[in-house]
């Protein structure tokens, strides 16, 4: 490991400042490679991560790495507001139970394989195995989404696939819940123990809708920049909530963009959000990038790579079983299961809870070979969910030609640019 001397010279805020730039940079110049060779933007930022990591470069302080933990759940909030503003009513109505039946097949065929995998096959402690195995059935939300909006991927493809990443791991955090409360358990099981977590869960859920409410109340006639600095306070505020009791805020602010876009059809308010979390993505992807150590891939050895490789085949029959059932078209049928591989926010943090629950050397295999397995689905997944978007038709040629870093997160059509100008003129500077 690379041993640097300048940070010595400054204080902590001149470090910070500078690892942010350095952070910055180097997911921004990847992105010039991983767009020659036409791969998305979060390969590469995968990729900076670990350039510019301990592993390697060793260019950013590991104390410092530590103390922007608190980016994940930043992150994870704006991804899972992001994904709740695609379930309109509408949508739900017209998926109906179909997308229920696929995520319920994709998401428990993941999780039952690694689980039995774990211990039939390495002979590996129940309590471990049903960790992992419940960990197994998330699926990335945030690479999936911007590889759709990178190339404006649409249609129904697209609406089922985003419909399916944020219920398997709504389907994850519950199944994960109940699996901690019977691990946690040094004795019998109590009642409480499985459903205090469930409990508090449905609490964070609770206040997103509360959060929601009184959003639509709050922003009435209030300018651009207030309602992005309104939105923002209230994501920030869900978030730290959740953190306090030490919950995913997956699922809070999933129902608060759902409950918001359902009561008010206010879709310019997440163009303004759309806009404002490239950064904060780049420091996520790349930050996970750099928590990789590349000693660890020995420490997982056989056991990671078959984790990798079972999840993979079982996500894609998951998808490919699920979508027979409910008699999806062919498209939809052979493909939805490629774009199911990306695993990282979600899974990286459950790891952590987990690696809590078991003893030190079983708990650093958990971490170990969810962390690396997690920057290879990210390096794999995102190229994979833009082959299943190609093969599926949901990707035209004419905006692969045109789509350029400018328009990652504009409006897609003509119609709904003028849309998003006539509500801007509308607001009032309060």
Request: some cysteine; hydrophobic content about 55%.
């Amino acid at each position: 490991m690379l041993e640097w001397h300048f940070y010595d010279e400054m204080n902590q805020t001149t470090q910070v400042l500078i690892a942010l730039a350095i952070i910055l940079l180097a997911g921004f110049l990847l992105t010039r490679i991983t767009k020659l060779l036409r791969l998305p933007n979060v390969s590469g930022y995968i990729i900076a991560g670990i350039i510019i990591g301990p592993s390697l470069l060793n260019l950013i302080p590991g104390r410092i790495i530590t103390n922007m933990s608190f980016v994940s759940d930043i992150a994870l909030a704006f991804i899972a507001f992001g994904v709740g503003k695609f379930f309109k009513k509408e949508v739900l109505k017209k998926a109906g139970i179909k997308v229920i039946i696929i995520t319920l097949f994709e998401s428990l065929l993941a999780m039952g394989a690694i689980t039995l995998v774990m211990v039939f096959i390495f002979k590996l402690d129940w309590k471990f195995s049903m960790l992992i195995g419940a960990i197994a059935s998330a699926t990335a939300p945030a690479s999936t989404m911007m590889t759709i909006k990178q190339y404006k991927a649409e249609g129904n493809f697209v609406e089922i696939l985003l419909q399916v990443v944020a219920l398997d791991d709504i389907v994850c955090l519950l199944v994960f819940s109940i699996v901690s409360s019977v691990v946690g358990s040094t004795g019998s099981v109590t009642a409480i123990d499985v459903i205090k977590p469930i409990l508090y869960n449905i609490s964070m859920i609770v206040i997103g809708i509360a959060m929601a409410l009184l959003l639509r109340v709050v922003l009435i006639k209030r300018s651009k920049n207030n309602r992005l600095i309104i939105v923002i306070m209230a994501l920030l505020g869900l978030c730290g909530i959740c953190a306090w009791f030490n919950v995913s805020p997956l699922l809070s602010c999933m129902i608060f963009a759902t409950i918001y876009v359902n009561i008010t059809d206010d879709t310019y308010l997440f163009h303004q959000i759309d806009n404002f979390t490239p950064p904060i993505m780049l420091l996520f992807f790349v930050l996970s990038g750099m928590n990789l150590d590349l000693k660890t891939l020995k420490t997982a050895g056989v056991i990671g790579v078959t984790y990798f490789i079972v999840r993979i085949i079982a996500k894609y029959l998951g998808a490919y079983l699920g979508s027979v059932v409910t008699k999806e078209p062919k498209n939809v049928k052979y493909n939805l299961g490629l774009a199911l591989i990306p695993q990282a926010g979600v899974a990286i943090g459950l790891s952590v809870l987990g690696a809590r629950m078991l003893p030190s050397d079983m708990g650093t295999m958990l971490s170990t070979i969810i962390l690396s397995s997690s920057v290879l689905y990210e390096f794999v997944g995102p190229a994979s969910a833009k082959l299943s978007l190609f093969l599926s038709g949901s990707i035209k040629k004419k905006e692969k030609v045109e789509i350029t870093d400018d328009t990652l997160l504009e409006p897609s059509t003509v119609e709904e640019s003028q849309k998003v100008l006539d509500s801007g003129d509308k607001v009032v500077d309060n």
